[in-house]
Nanobody
């Protein structure tokens, strides 16, 4: 079993920045991939960004150039640096990790961007 705990969410004005963190209860070095997803009110959960072994990354088109995903294998922590935030980025952000064939999710952290 793996626990994922997100933090760093909050209220920010449009154009501002936030950094989300996700601490894992075990080493993330062996994960098959770590991701950020988000879910806005009344909408389905959507993919935001992913990082794989070798630090290969991929992003949703809506955040490309504004968000950066990274990981610290020593601290067992996944990050999401979010810049130039827009009101449409408002959502609950979830950390996700794949270990073997099992997907694990955090409880989410709220990000609210005011216009």
């Amino acid at each position: 079993q793996v626990q994922l705990v997100e933090s760093g969410g909050g209220l920010v004005q449009a154009g501002g920045s936030l950094t989300l963190s996700c601490i894992a209860s075990r080493s993330i070095f062996g994960s098959n991939g770590m991701n950020w997803y988000r879910q806005a009110p009344g909408k389905q959960r959507e993919f935001v960004a992913a990082i794989y072994s070798g630090d290969w990354t991929t992003y949703a088109d809506s955040v490309k150039g504004r968000f950066t995903i990274s990981r610290d294998n020593v601290k067992n922590t996944l990050y999401l640096q979010m810049n130039s935030l827009k009101p449409e980025d408002t959502a609950v952000y979830y950390c996700n990790a794949l270990f073997g064939l099992t997907n694990y999710w955090g409880q989410g952290t709220q990000v609210t961007v005011s216009s």
